[in-house]
């Protein structure tokens, strides 16, 4: 069965500063790796994804994610955090063979940009 | 990105009756859509995955029986929450899948939010 672990339920950060929100995961094989934003009392914003090729992948709004295979991480980030970027961020797996095509979630870490 | 459109964003109940909750790829045909139920603070947990045509296939421990879902045509899936109780009360949240290769995008509508009283 597939997993996901964001170790960090906030992370607090100084608008302009970067940021680094934490995911990693356990499935059978090579995974597809995502990242959503959800905003208050909203659905679920598509960020990135992995599939294959380049572990640095690029996404919405200026975010980046790394995948990392030997320490099984997809760490999201962005060069210079704004105060609008403050959301609640999962971090999901699909695993390329079976599983049903479902993702599964991480906990959600709660980003709060300051001024 | 595409788009998926959830209705209603906000329903409030009486204790026993149904309430059902639409799902629609507006622009896009969603093989697959997948119905997920958010608690306060906490992760999404998949409650079912519909084909178009078939029947959902439903995660351990969620009454098929009592959440009823319906996926009759490529842009539309229907949750149905059967005799409702206050502890169905929660943000309930559907997918789409734009196509049907593993790996492919799921996009989420704005999600809908079931108060049973």
């Known amino acids: 069965a597939q997993s996901v672990a964001q170790p960090e339920d906030q992370v607090n950060v100084a608008e302009g500063n970067p940021l680094t929100v934490k995911c990693t995961y356990s499935?059978?094989?090579?995974?597809?790796l995502f990242w959503y934003v959800q905003y208050p009392n909203r659905g679920l914003q598509f960020l990135l994804k992995?599939?294959?090729?380049?572990?640095l992948v690029k996404g919405s709004y200026g975010f980046e994610a790394e995948f990392n295979k030997s320490q099984t991480s997809f760490h999201l980030k962005k060069p210079s955090a704004l105060v609008s970027d403050s959301a609640l961020y999962f971090c999901?797996?699909?695993?390329?063979?079976?599983?049903?095509?479902?993702?599964?979630f991480g906990t959600g870490t709660q980003l709060k940009v300051e001024l | 990105g595409a788009v998926v459109s959830q209705h209603p964003s906000r329903v409030i109940c009486k204790s026993g009756t149904s309430v059902k909750i639409e799902c629609r790829s507006l622009?896009?045909?969603?093989?697959?859509m997948f119905w997920y139920r958010q608690f306060p603070k906490k992760s999404l947990m998949l409650m079912a995955t519909?084909?178009?045509?078939?029947?959902?296939?439903?995660e351990q421990g969620v009454e098929k029986d009592k959440f009823l879902i319906n996926h009759a045509s490529l842009t539309l899936s229907t949750l149905t929450v059967t005799s409702a109780h206050p502890e169905d009360s929660s943000f309930y949240i559907c997918?789409?899948?734009?196509?049907?290769?593993?790996?492919?995008?799921?996009?989420f509508g704005e999600g809908s939010w079931l108060t049973v009283v």
């Open positions: 622009d896009f045909q969603a093989t697959t």
């Open positions: 997918g789409g899948k734009t196509g049907d290769k593993i790996g492919n995008t799921i996009y």
């Open positions: 519909s084909n178009e045509g078939s029947k959902a296939t439903y």
């Open positions: 499935v059978s094989g090579n995974p597809y």
């Open positions: 999901a797996v699909s695993p390329r063979t079976g599983g049903g095509n479902k993702l599964t």
């Open positions: 992995y599939i294959t090729g380049d572990n």
